[in-house]
């Protein structure tokens, strides 16, 4: 009997690439991938461990797939990503209901680790976190056909206090631009119109491998190959944003104008502990020089409150910030307290109620900015890529260069003239206020 398998994936898009990975291994392994868990053989949970509300739901997820072997068909249990090369130790003592155990950088070896676990040696497989991303792997792409995310770059070299990246992840490692065109071209091949570039740290690229920012070179190659139509930025640490790059954001019609740029905070002094480059007057000069050159750019950041020591001055200036500036989109997050941090030695942590408080009052702030934001495409024509009809509406949903897949907001279109999967100009006719992602009607 061929075996079934599952792969469940938790966390953020750099986890869904590789489980993309071990999908493509799997299946040519000549084991079926099913979609339903309760069906699988072997289930594969790809684990987030990056803040405690990730290690909650991982340990969660684990537990709730494990119960199947008594209640389906489950004979193995696998665990990968972060979680596994942060906690291997505990998690083979505490949780006796896992099978077999591959590390962030040892996931290539999936096919093994599957097959010493149905044959009941449970297996572990961490070493290095950092995967070798120039190898030649085959992957089964679970992003609609249209869209898929490529990875440029793994791990982090910028040691931010309250961040265990670099322990899951390892050091800073860029892909070769040719290794990425490599998987571009195949993507397109297959039908992919927008790909989002992924990375730690995606300003960074090149940097170690050709010794100079090679960010806006990639953006231009990928741009230039047949069937793509947008490249999406992601990730775009603000100590590396380059004139260069801003340029490429600007010049290249297929380059999203879109940026996603974690600020995390605004304060200096909060900034300073978190170890982030610069400051708040480098910060408001970039943001400036973003919108002089791109003014209609979608500007993403996010924002770390209630870390140790910041007071309520520094988080009412914080909020003073997000007013002035208003960001087109802003995730807000409490600090999450990650053992073996420079920032869990710090003095002064906030009470959790007070970090929700924070966190909660900032969202209120950014829904009356997204008011106004909002406002600003309505007249407009832009382009929109086409996702999904509702027949209850009677509306097509599709999503504009100024939206990323499944974080921000949507366009519904009352008249559509292309297929799921197309770009279509549209006119926006007016914005829904109450929706902090911005959706409109066109």
Request: hydrophobic letters at 35%; a negative charge; charged letters at 30%.
């Amino acid at each position: 009997m061929t075996e079934r398998v599952k792969v469940v994936t938790l966390g953020c898009e750099k986890n869904l690439v590789d489980s993309e990975i071990m999908s493509g291994l799997i299946h040519g392994r000549g084991y079926e991938l099913v979609e339903e868990a309760e069906e699988a053989t072997v289930i594969i949970v790809n684990t987030c461990g990056f803040i405690d509300a990730a290690k909650e739901e991982s340990v969660n997820t684990i537990l709730d797939m494990a119960e199947l072997k008594e209640t389906a068909r489950l004979k193995a249990l696998i665990v990968s990503g972060c979680l596994t090369q942060r906690y291997k130790e505990q998690l083979m003592q505490e949780m006796p209901e896992i099978d077999g155990i591959v590390g962030t950088g040892d996931f290539h070896h999936i096919n093994e680790i599957v097959d010493e676990a149905l044959r009941g040696k449970k297996p572990v497989k961490v070493g290095n976190p950092v995967f070798d991303y120039e190898q030649a792997l085959p992957r089964q792409v679970s992003t609609p056909r249209y869209t898929a995310f490529v990875k440029i770059a793994e791990g982090c070299d910028n040691a931010c206090t309250f961040c265990s990246i670099p322990i899951m992840r390892g050091k800073f490692r860029s892909r070769s631009i040719a290794s990425i065109i490599a998987e571009v071209e195949n993507l397109a091949s297959q039908g992919v119109k927008e790909v989002s570039l992924i990375a730690q740290d995606s300003t960074n690229y090149g940097t170690d491998l050709y010794d100079y920012f090679a960010l806006p070179e990639l953006l231009n190659k990928v741009s230039e190959i047949p069937g793509i139509s947008w490249v999406r930025l992601h990730y775009a640490y603000p100590g590396f944003f380059t004139d260069e790059l801003l340029e490429v954001i600007a010049a290249n019609p297929k380059v999203c104008k879109y940026i996603d740029m974690p600020l995390q905070h605004s304060e200096d002094t909060i900034l300073k502990r978190m170890r982030r480059p610069g400051r708040q007057r480098d910060a408001r000069e970039l943001i400036r020089k973003i919108r002089d050159r791109i003014p209609e750019a979608a500007l993403r950041t996010s924002i770390i409150v209630g870390f140790p020591g910041e007071t309520e001055e520094d988080f009412e200036r914080l909020c003073d910030f997000i007013r002035e500036i208003k960001f087109d989109r802003l995730g807000v997050f409490t600090y999450s307290n990650e053992e073996d941090t420079p920032a869990s030695r710090l003095p002064n942590h906030i009470p959790d109620d007070v970090k929700q408080w924070r966190a909660n009052t900032l969202m209120e702030i950014q829904r009356e900015v997204s008011k106004d934001n909002g406002s600003k495409y309505v007249g407009r024509e832009i382009e929109v890529l086409v996702e999904r009809y509702d027949g209850r509406s009677d509306v097509y949903i599709g999503r504009s260069q100024y939206d990323a897949p499944e974080i921000d907001g949507e366009v519904y279109i009352s008249k559509c003239s292309s297929q799921i999967g197309e770009i279509q100009k549209v006119r926006v006719t007016h914005a829904y206020e109450f929706d902090l992602s911005g959706e409109g009607i066109a």
